[in-house]
């Protein structure tokens, strides 16, 4: 059975980081890109960021450039993302996915 299980979330300031994690299991994780996506309140679904299997390539929409990392270690089959300088509008809950597969998400909310 296909696991993501993302871990890292909470409650930060304006301008503080946050690094969230996904575990995976129940494939062969490292045949697969990773991406994150984000979901505000109210709002659709937003890509974050993607990684190709071995994490050689990452790609990110223009608003996240710089701020946000993607990253992955096959070893431990984990994916991860570096946020920095969060801004309130960052606040969403974040997935992990794969094809059509999807964690249950993680809670970021940005705030003073």
């Known amino acids: 059975e296909v696991q993501l299980v993302e871990s890292g979330g909470g409650l930060v300031q304006p301008g503080g980081s946050l690094r969230l994690s996904c575990a995976a299991s129940?494939?062969?994780?490292?045949?697969?890109?990773m991406s994150w996506v984000r979901q505000a309140p109210g709002k659709g679904l937003e890509w974050v960021s993607g990684?190709?299997?071995?994490?050689?390539?990452?790609y990110y929409p223009e608003s996240m450039k710089g701020r946000f990392t993607i990253s992955r270690d096959n070893a431990k089959n984990t994916v991860y993302l570096q946020m920095n300088s969060l801004k309130p509008e960052d606040t969403a809950v974040y997935y992990c996915?794969?094809?059509?597969?999807w964690g249950q998400g993680t809670q970021v909310t940005v705030s003073s």
């Open positions: 990684i190709n299997w071995n994490g050689d390539y990452t």
């Open positions: 996915k794969f094809l059509h597969y």
């Open positions: 129940g494939f062969t994780f490292d045949d697969y890109a």
